[in-house]
Nanobody, 125 residues
């Protein structure tokens, strides 16, 4: 069992930065792929970024490439999402997700086993 708690969301201006954190509990965090998804009002949940359990492999959806960076600190059981150059279209609830141990990257919500409660990010113009 893995429990995930996101933090770091908030209200920012266009062009600002935020760093989201996802603190995980459970023995399998260090061997589980992790991911960030987001859901804007009236839209379906969408993939944002994922990182392998080793931290060596990452993947991003095209609209955030070059602006967002995913990372993990297995010693702290935490995964991060550094978001720079934020745009109004980045406004959403951001969810952290954990995948099955030793699996590769999480590219779809169906590959996630555990979810956090979400943290709101609002980018104001």
């Amino acid at each position: 069992q893995v429990q995930l708690v996101e933090s770091g969301g908030g209200l920012v201006q266009v062009g600002d930065s935020l760093r989201l954190s996802c603190a995980a509990s459970g023995r399998t965090f260090r061997i589980s792929p992790m991911a960030w998804f987001r859901q804007a009002p009236g839209k379906e949940r969408e993939f944002v970024s994922t990182i392998s359990w080793t931290g060596r492999n990452t993947y991003y959806t095209d609209v955030v490439k070059g602006r967002f960076t995913i990372s993990r600190d297995n010693a702290k059981n935490t995964v991060y999402l550094q978001m720079n150059s934020l745009k109004p279209e980045d406004t959403a609830v951001y969810y952290c997700a954990a995948g099955r141990a030793y699996n590769d990257l999480i590219l779809t919500s169906g590959s996630a086993e555990y979810w956090g409660q979400g943290t709101q990010v609002t980018v104001s113009s």
